[in-house]
């Protein structure tokens, strides 16, 4: 049997989709201010439509034989908003694997290999380069959310959507603490630099030689395959890039942040351009972020398999 580290690094592998612009669009339902999508796992009235969404990415992989990697819902589920939230109470990590671990469960005897990430995000908002803690109090801040997803039952960590070299190298140290392999996702400009201006190279070089036991891999994060295209173009890191988590929209941060409207490619377009960039820069792993839905994920493992 392959390891996980194995079959991450050798691909592809299926991520899901969007979960967030699926679920904020469906009528009744309200996000917690401070930990968003996380506490909907707690709430019987919305938990089944948590878990028909991550049920719908997980057949699409599943029906094409390829290998699926679910993420848990808990971008925002750090100690510090935890706190500040109605939920200081639940253990929202456990809770989210949990939900995974089960669907994994019922879907068993379909066979194929589907591994949970266990997601973490920034201390701040994922556009928001101006928000930067300093690598010591992320490493800090974070260490208790990546133990509760540790011993979750996680198989791999992922930290995504990360703005700022210096705080995601604190959380970075934090996921090295554990002992799971870990991915770390950053947002990034065409140019190749974070949304603080790092460029893309000296940052990989940073956490690599930053951290007592360096990531996985890289992954890009909500940006569009074009633009991740362009950026590992203009700022190559070799083999130590994994993965894309790709917009379905070319619009800059800037323009995204805070829009109603859905912008997004057509996605027979999308899985091309997501699947050209994939290979043109050796991506194991690739999935949907903001804008995709369930057409967009099944493209993708349409032209996969083919």
């Known amino acids: 049997m392959p390891t996980v580290e194995e079959v991450l690094r050798t691909g592809p592998v299926l991520s899901e989709a969007s979960i967030f612009e699926r679920l904020r669009r469906t009528p009744g339902i309200e996000f917690d201010p401070e930990v968003g999508i996380g506490a909907l796992v707690t709430d019987s009235r919305w ?25 848990t819902d808990t971008w925002r589920a750090h100690p510090l908003r935890v706190a500040r939230s109605r939920f200081s109470d639940r253990d929202l990590n456990a809770e989210n694997a949990r939900m995974l ?4 469960h019922t879907e068993a005897e379909r066979g194929g290999t589907v591994l949970i990430g266990g997601l973490v995000g920034p201390l701040g908002d994922g556009y928001g380069g101006d928000v ?30 990360l703005p700022n070299a210096e705080e995601a190298l604190g959380i970075s140290r934090a996921l090295a603490a554990s002992t799971l392999p870990y991915i770390v996702g950053v947002v990034v400009r065409p140019d190749g630099t974070l949304l603080d201006e790092t460029p893309l190279r000296e940052f990989v070089d940073r956490v690599d030689n930053g951290t007592k036991r360096p ?92």
């Open 132 to 161: 930067a803690p300093s690598a010591e109090v992320a490493q800090v801040e974070m260490r208790a959310q990546v133990e509760e997803l540790e011993t979750a039952g996680v198989d791999v960590l992922i930290a995504g959507t």
């Open 47 to 71: 938990q089944p439509a948590l878990w028909e969404i991550h049920r719908g990415y997980l057949d699409i992989g599943l029906e094409a034989g390829l290998p699926v990697l679910l993420q």
């Open 101 to 104: 671990r089960d669907l994994r």
């Open 215 to 306: 990531p996985l891999g890289y992954a890009l994060n909500c940006v569009h395959p074009t633009i991740a295209g362009e950026a590992l173009d203009a700022e190559p890191i070799g083999d130590r890039a994994i993965g894309l988590f790709a917009n379905a929209s070319s619009l800059s941060p800037e323009e995204l942040d805070g829009r109603d409207e859905i912008d997004a490619t057509a996605p027979a377009t999308f899985a091309t351009e997501l699947i050209t960039t994939g290979k043109e820069h050796g991506l194991s792993i690739l999935g949907g972020c903001c804008g995709t839905d369930e057409t967009h994920l099944r493209a993708v493992a349409t032209l996969l398999r083919r």
